[in-house]
């Protein structure tokens, strides 16, 4: 499984299609369940249906993928690989396991 952390080019999945976006950091948020999840603030990078260039937002990771997951095949985009997003409170501990 790939490890991605802030600074790094990503895409954004919505409906629209995707949406390229730079991360600008990882965090983290609780569910009503109690289960701890990332929480990535992301900048659009290009003016999109729906978004603007500049535009900040706050989404779940399930929702972001990192541009060496996204590969062109017969003319459409698909998604692949594994991948999770590091916060970046533990960015320096070899010993977290997202």
Do not use: C, F
């Amino acid at each position: 499984m790939a490890i991605h952390t802030a600074g790094e080019l990503a895409y954004l999945d919505s409906y629209r299609g995707l949406v390229p976006v730079k991360v600008l950091s990882v965090g983290t948020y609780q569910t009503m369940s109690g289960r701890i999840k990332p929480l990535v603030r992301v900048r659009v990078t290009a003016d999109r249906p729906g978004y603007s260039r500049g535009d900040e937002l706050e989404l779940g990771a399930l929702h972001i993928v990192p541009r060496e997951h996204v590969v062109r095949r017969n003319g459409r985009y698909r998604i692949i690989g594994q991948w999770a997003w590091l916060p970046d409170q533990h960015v320096d501990d070899p010993a977290y396991v997202p």
